[in-house]
T-cell receptor, first 115, second 115 residues
Framework: AQSVAQPEDQVKVAEGNPLTVKCTYSVSGNPYLFWYVQYPNRGLQFLLKYITGDNLVKGSYGFEAEFNKSQTSFHLKKPSALVSDSALYFCAVRDTSSNDYKLSFGAGTTVTVRA | KAGVTQTPRYLIKTRGQQVTLSCSPISGHRSVSWYQQTPGQGLQFLFEYFSETQRNKGNFPGRFSGRQFSNSRSEMNVSTLELGDSALYLC??????????????FGEGSWLTVV
């Protein structure tokens, strides 16, 4: 079975400050990990993914995420947040050992960046 | 390159009616999956199709069905609509090998309201 936990429903930061959105996962095999962002009344927009290799993954709009196998975490980070980063963020996992062709999503974290 | 296209974007149906939602994947993508998003349940996997075959189905009643055509376009159908079916239905596509780290790209979704 595969699952994702996003322990924070909301994250609030000031513009220019670092932003971190937390994600932990559970899989039987190895994980493929993804981050998506959703703006109001829109679909999910892909930010970045970890498949294999370098634990630090860089993605769109200045976001990056660090894969930590020992802590089963894949936290999303941005060094300097913008007001336009305010949105709903989802972490997702796919278990490489599973025959399920699906992503399991976390509950989402609402990010608010204040000016 | 055009993204995942979903139609209609918004629709209102009455309890007991049925609805068909359409999805055109990114050109060259052969895997199409569907997700339901609600405030209470979050993002839940409905089903996934590859080369016109359903490879996976989520934990939804038989009222929810789908199909994929030879051009990879997909439709999902919900029969005997219930109020609880009101949701954002998201279609996603990917290149998708067997166990794949290919990125899954989402459409803008179809907002279904059941009254």
């Amino acid at each position: 079975a595969q699952s994702v936990a996003q322990p924070e429903d909301q994250v609030k930061v000031a513009e220019g400050n670092p932003l971190t959105v937390k994600c932990t996962y559970s899989v039987s095999g190895n994980p493929y990990l993804f981050w998506y962002v959703q703006y109001p009344n829109r679909g999910l927009q892909f930010l970045l993914k970890y498949i294999t290799g370098d634990n630090l993954v860089k993605g769109s709009y200045g976001f990056e995420a660090e894969f930590n196998k020992s802590q089963t975490s894949f936290h999303l980070k941005k060094p300097s947040a913008l007001v336009s980063d305010s949105a709903l963020y989802f972490c997702a996992v796919r278990d490489t050992s599973s025959n399920d062709y699906k992503l399991s999503f976390g509950a989402g974290t609402t990010v608010t960046v204040r000016a | 390159k055009a993204g995942v296209t979903q139609t209609p974007r918004y629709l209102i149906k009455t309890r007991g009616q049925q609805v068909t939602l359409s999805c055109s994947p990114i050109s060259g993508h052969r895997s199409v999956s569907w997700y339901q998003q609600t405030p209470g349940q979050g993002l839940q996997f409905l089903f996934e199709y590859f080369s016109e075959t359903q490879r996976n189905k989520g934990n939804f009643p038989g009222r929810f069905s789908g199909r994929q055509f030879s051009n990879s376009r997909s439709e999902m159908n919900v029969s005997t609509l219930e109020l609880g079916d009101s949701a954002l239905y998201l279609c996603a596509s990917s290149l998708a090998g067997r166990v794949s780290g290919n990125t899954i790209y989402f459409g803008e979704g179809s907002w279904l309201t059941v009254v």
